[in-house]
């Protein structure tokens, strides 16, 4: 069974750093590309960021330069190290798995932004 489990969601400060994690089990985590994306209340899902089998990264203009991707592959764990974090970026963050066969998805976690 495949698990994709968020974490390091909550409540940060503007200008804050905060990390989120997802751990990755019941596939062959080093042969994926993973995503993240986020969900605005009422909103669609918006794509954030995508790193490769080969760490290549990829970024949406608007997390340019502030977050970045990483994945530890011995610990099957995607990151998203987001800086200089805003009140827009307050969102329900996703994990994701893409492929062909149908995406892997986990359940999310909430950022909160306020001071």
């Known amino acids: 069974q495949v698990q994709l489990v968020e974490s390091g969601g909550g409540l940060a400060q503007p200008g804050g750093s905060p990390r989120l994690s997802c751990a990755v089990s019941?596939?062959?985590?080093?042969?994926?590309?993973m995503a993240w994306y986020r969900q605005f209340l009422g909103n669609q899902r918006e794509w954030v960021a995508t790193?490769?089998?080969?760490?290549?990264?990829f970024y949406a203009d608007s997390v340019k330069g502030r977050f970045t991707i990483s994945r530890d592959n011995a610990k099957n764990t995607v990151y998203l190290q987001m800086n200089s974090l805003k009140h827009e970026d307050a969102a329900v963050y996703f994990c994701?798995?893409?492929?062909?066969?149908?995406?892997?998805w986990g359940q999310g976690t909430q950022v909160t932004v306020s001071s």
């Open positions: 994701k798995v893409p492929r062909s066969g149908g995406d892997y």
């Open positions: 019941g596939i062959d985590f080093s042969m994926y590309s």
């Open positions: 790193i490769s089998r080969n760490s290549m990264t």
